[in-house]
C-alpha cells in the first residue's frame, strides 16, 4: 500500500503536538507527515509573559520544529491557499514560487490572531501579544521607555513615556500587564533618576470583570492586587482611539502612552477565507466531536480540525457548548485527532474527544499568581507555583523543559536581566552608517 500523506497546516499546540505522535503511532509505510509553518518552530505561547519579563529565555519558550520532528518533512512556508475538494494546498514557502502539495488528510491548525477593531490609530500605535516577536519587542520597548523617561527634562515626553496601557482583561493581558509592572518595577531600582510612582500601568477593559476563565470572585482577587499595586483599572470601559499615542477612553478620559498592548481576544486565522472549508457564524472550522470537519451533518473526509481555529462541541457541557481556545484544550485535541487519524488510517472508526475544563493558572509577576483548577481556587504564592510546574510540565521536550527550570534557577540566584536590547529591531543601522560612501569632496580634504 502507498503511505497516506497528512498534511498539517500550521505547527502550534495542536500541528506540532498531531505531527509528533502521528510520526509516532504511524509507520513510514502507513503515512509520510509534511508540515508546514512559516516559523522554525512552536511558540508555547502561556510562556510568552515571563519571556518579556526575563524570566525566562525567549529561545527557550519555543520549540525548534526540524529537532522535534525528526520524522516528519517539514516546510518553511505559509499555507495560503486550500482546495480540498482537490485535496490539494498552495504553499508559499519563505523563499521562491508557490507550489501545491495534494495529500490524504490534511490537519488545520493555523490557529487564531488578535482580533482588532477599526479604533483610529491603533493600526500604527498597538501591538499584539501573541508571538515571540511581539514579547521580545515589548520588553525592549519597555526598558527603552524607562531610558528615555530618565534621561528626559520634559515631563509630558516623561509621562508618556511612563504611561503603558494594556487593552483587554483575558488571561493573555492580565499575565502581560502583571509580568511587565513587575519587571519594570525590578528594573527601577537601577533609576536613580525615577520612582515606582512615576510610572502608570492602565488595564482597560469592556466588560465588568478580568479574567472570564476563572470564578468572579477570583477576578475581582486579580483587580485587588492589581489595585494594590496602583495599576490603573478600568472596568466597562472602552479604547476609543488612540490617534499620535493620545488615547481616549469611553469614560472620556485622555493622555498619552507611548505604549499600547492589544489583547482583547482572537479570532481564526484569516487563511481559512481561502480555503472551501465549512465554517460558522465565528468563522471557525466546524467539527465533529472526533475533530473531523463536518458541513451540516455531512463528514468532509480527510480533513480534521482543532485548536483556536476550530469549533469543536464541548461534550462536558449542554448541546451548542464549544471549547475554548486554550493550549489546554489544543494539546488534548492534538493528541485525540493523531489517534483518530490513525484508526481512520487503519479502517476504524474514530472516537469523540471529550475533556472537561480544568480551569486556569495565571502568573501576575514573581511570587504572585491566581489559580483555580479542578474548582480548587489558589491565590499568591502557590498559584504562582503551581503556574510555573504546570506548564513547565506542558512545554514540549526534556530539553526546553531543562532550559525552563535553568532560566529561572539563574534569575533567582542572580536576578533577572532587565536590559534592553532595542539594537534587536535596527541591527543594520550603526554599520549602514559607517559604511556610507565619503563624498568625493571630502576624501580630498
Ligand atoms: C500570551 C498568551 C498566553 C496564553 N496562556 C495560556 C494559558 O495559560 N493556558 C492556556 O490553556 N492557553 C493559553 N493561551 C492560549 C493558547 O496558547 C492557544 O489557545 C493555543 O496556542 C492554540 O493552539 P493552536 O495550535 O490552535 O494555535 P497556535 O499555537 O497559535 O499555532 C498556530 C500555528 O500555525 C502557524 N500558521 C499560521 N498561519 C499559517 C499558515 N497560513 N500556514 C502555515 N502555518 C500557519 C503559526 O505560525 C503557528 O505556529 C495563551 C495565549 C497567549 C497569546
Redesign the pocket.
Known sequence: MNPKRILV?????????AALRLSKKLSSREAEVVV????P?????????EAAAGNISPRHSVVPLRRELRKCKVVA????RIDHSRKTAV?QPISGPTREIPYDHVVV?????SRTLPIPGLHEHGIG???IGE?IYLRNHVLDRLDVAAATPDPDVRRSALTFTFVGGG??GI??LAEMEDMARDALRYYPELEPDDMRWVLVEATQRVLP?VDRDMGAYTVQQLLKRNMDIRLDTRLESCVDGVVKLSDGDSFRSDTIVW?AG?KP?P?LDRTDFPRDERRRVTCLPTLQVVDGDRVVEGAWS?????AVPDLTKEPGNYC????????RQ?ARMADNIALVVRGRPPVDYKHKHAG???SLGLHKGVAQVYGIKMTGWPAWFM?RTY?MSRIPSFNRKVRVVVDWSLAFFLKREVVALGQLHDPREEFAEASQPIPITSRAA
Do not use: I, N, R, W
Open positions: 497546516v500550521g505547527a502550534g499546540h495542536v500541528g506540532l503536538y508546514v509553518d512559516p516559523q518552530h512552536m511558540t508555547y505561547q502561556p510562556f510568552l509573559p512556508g505559509a499555507v495560503t504553499v491548525a493555523p490557529g487564531s490572531v501579544f501573541k508571538t514579547a488571561y493573555a499575565e502581560a476563565e489583547t482572537v486565522s487563511m482543532a485548536g483556536d481555529c476550530a475554548s481556545p486554550s493550549a489546554q484544550h489544543a494539546v492534538a486556569s493558572v495565571a503556574h506548564h
